[in-house]
């Protein structure tokens, strides 16, 4: 419930480029669909570490497939302790 409510104000709060498509309050799974440009994929990188950031977790990019115009990438939250490994 916490998550969503940070989610959604995340949502409301964030300038118009709003790329996330996919975040769940019981997974740590992100899923973001966005422009193939280097200005999308910092704010993507920036949006996933602070929605992880809320979890006390790191944001592993764990995928990442683009077109010339379009890209689809997938972020996993995880614990300090797991993202070594």
Do not use: W
């Not at 959604?8 to 997974?27: I, K, R």
């Not at 966005?34 to 995928?63: F, G, M, W, Y």
């Not at 379009?70 to 797991?82: F, G, I, K, L, V």
Request: proline share 1%; charged share 20%.
């Amino acid at each position: 419930m916490i998550i969503r409510a940070l989610l959604l104000s995340l949502l409301l709060t964030s300038c118009a480029n709003n790329y996330l498509v996919g975040f769940g309050g019981d997974t740590n799974y992100l899923s973001f669909d966005h422009p193939n440009s280097e200005e999308a994929v910092a704010d993507v990188r920036a949006a996933a570490n602070k929605l992880c950031r809320q979890r006390k977790e790191l944001a592993i990019e764990t995928e990442s497939t683009c077109s010339l115009t379009r890209c689809a990438t997938n972020y996993q939250c995880q614990e300090r302790s797991d993202a070594g490994n």
